[in-house]
């Protein structure tokens, strides 16, 4: 839970480094937060906008989040733009992102 909420802290902190398992807690506790709201909105229908709200509000924050896992294992910003390329594009950043750390001066 501390990733998620670092997360949030960070949301637009584009700068800085994000450990492997930072990002990826941080990613689960945003599916089971989407979820949660899914839930709430199949049950209560005037919520169903708040699924909209909250996919619009996470966008900045885990597109830092990403950026910052990329710088710190080594690769450039612009690898985000892998999921573009239909097919492997999502593949390749997922391995991408799921690299080891890199010394900070590498």
Do not use: H, Q
């Not at 450039?76 to 391995?95: K, T």
């Amino acid at each position: 839970m501390p990733e998620y909420l670092n997360m949030w802290k960070n949301y637009a902190n584009f700068s800085g480094r994000t450990d492997v398992r930072g990002f990826w807690m941080a990613c689960l506790f945003n599916i089971i937060a989407f979820l949660a709201i899914l839930l709430v909105a199949v049950i209560i229908r005037p919520f169903i906008v708040f699924i909209f709200v909250y996919a619009l509000a996470v966008i900045i924050p885990e597109l830092s989040i990403t950026v910052r896992r990329l710088r710190d294992s080594g690769r450039a910003w612009y690898n985000i733009f892998w999921p573009l390329l239909p097919g492997l594009g999502s593949i390749i950043l997922i391995v991408m992102l799921c690299r080891k750390s890199k010394a900070a001066g590498v």
